[in-house]
């Protein structure tokens, strides 16, 4: 490809973004789209693989049905197993197609002391217990609703497998949980390009006189598919051969912009924080307006300077924080009890494209991986 190429594809609708879903997030980066990486930072348990599952493979699914865009998925789960990633999925879908979060539980059993189960991939598993200690059965009425979502979206999405874990229909997705290296991860998706394009080499001359070939660009068979590869999460890579934690994320950013560069693959990395966002100092100076920024990934400064968008995410309603207000909202009573139980914060902590840094405040639903616009009381 030549810059006259580019422009035309531009020109032909090809550099459209997939939507994102979150409709400020998604207006100020324009969507997902080609040759891009994104870091999705945040400390445990805030959210940051529902926030990418929601909001870079799901919804860019489904606009990919509507915009009739070719979208695949290479999905690295160092932390979490396909079954329960796909039941995870399928709890989304329930609230999505049917608008189901919670089932009434039938007469005399209680779940931490309510009438009501979430939906979760827990529940849809039989690993919810009441508060007795006992499973939580699926009623019918949820399991013929599941066996759809099973057929229409699961499979669709992650493909089928028979009892042996042997996949016999390929979906948008490649699942990937054996952990890899970055040499490894950066072999297969050469490989793999190179089955869905065409790679040109170019022979050159080292300092010592020796020759070397090298891939010098890369044309894809459909200009128009998006091949997004999602990393959850960069510190379980498997560490090169002599490297520590640091190097190891280095070189995997290495590599990944190279092919993000060469092959126009976009790349989801997600990453933890370290622990200075909750410095005492740092409480008091930022007051309601804390976040997570860049200075507060773990293990790599690289990462962060390599990607087109750092996202940070953060729960303002963590004790830790001791927060009444965030961003000039109050968030707990005087008496301190929480006002939006469901509260997460975004924030484009970096970006090559657009204005930053930029704050968005949400409704998590993690247990669905649903989330909605946030509205002030």
């Known amino acids: 490809m030549n810059f006259i190429d580019a422009f035309n594809e531009g020109q032909q609708g090809n550099n459209v973004g997939l939507n994102i879903g979150i409709e400020a997030l998604n207006k100020a980066v324009g969507g997902l789209q080609k040759?891009?990486?994104?870091?999705?930072?945040?400390?445990?348990?805030?959210?940051?693989s529902t926030l990418t599952d929601a909001a870079f493979v799901i919804e860019p699914y489904l606009d990919s049905i509507i915009k009739g865009i070719l979208f695949e998925v290479i999905y690295y789960s160092f932390e979490i197993d396909r079954i329960s990633k796909e039941?995870?999925?399928?709890?989304?879908?329930?609230?999505?197609?049917f608008g189901i979060f919670e089932v009434q539980l039938p007469t005399g059993i209680l779940y931490k002391q309510g009438l009501f189960v979430p939906i979760s991939g827990e529940y849809l598993m039989g690993q919810t217990k009441d508060d007795n200690g006992n499973p939580i059965k699926v009623p019918l009425d949820i399991f013929q609703k599941l066996q759809h979502i099973y057929t229409n979206r699961i499979i669709p999405l992650f493909g089928e497998y028979d009892a042996n874990g042997v996949k016999i229909k390929e979906g948008v997705m490649t699942f990937i949980?054996?952990?890899?290296?970055?040499?490894?991860?950066?072999?297969?998706?050469?490989?793999?390009?190179?089955?869905?394009?065409v790679f040109t080499w170019e022979t050159s001359v080292g300092s010592g006189g020796a020759t070397y070939s090298h891939r010098s660009s890369y044309k894809p068979n459909n200009t128009k598919k998006i091949t997004l590869v999602v990393m959850d999460h960069v510190r379980k890579l498997l560490w090169e051969r002599g490297f520590k934690m640091k190097e190891t994320i280095d070189k995997y950013s290495e590599y990944t912009t190279e092919i993000r560069n060469m092959c126009s693959y976009t790349f989801v990395d997600v990453i933890h924080l370290n622990r200075a966002i909750t410095d005492v100092k740092r409480l008091q100076y930022a007051d309601d307006r804390l976040y997570p920024m860049s200075d507060d990934i773990k293990d790599t400064g690289n990462l962060a300077e390599e990607c087109n968008y750092v996202i940070s995410m953060f729960n303002p309603n963590d004790d830790k924080y001791h927060l009444s207000k965030h961003f000039g909202?109050?968030?707990?009573?005087?008496?301190?009890?929480?006002?939006y139980p469901n509260l997460r914060t975004i924030h484009l902590i970096e970006s090559r494209h657009c204005e930053y840094p930029q704050h968005f405040a949400v409704n998590m639903r993690g247990a669905t991986k649903f989330f909605s616009k946030f509205e002030t009381k």
């Open 35 to 48: 040759k891009r990486k994104w870091a999705i930072a945040a400390g445990p348990k805030v959210g940051k």
């Open 177 to 197: 949980e054996n952990k890899e290296n970055p040499t490894g991860i950066r072999n297969f998706l050469l490989a793999h390009a190179e089955k869905n394009g």
């Open 87 to 97: 039941f995870d999925f399928a709890a989304h879908f329930f609230e999505r197609d």
């Open 329 to 339: 909202t109050t968030i707990r009573t005087p008496q301190k009890a929480l006002i």
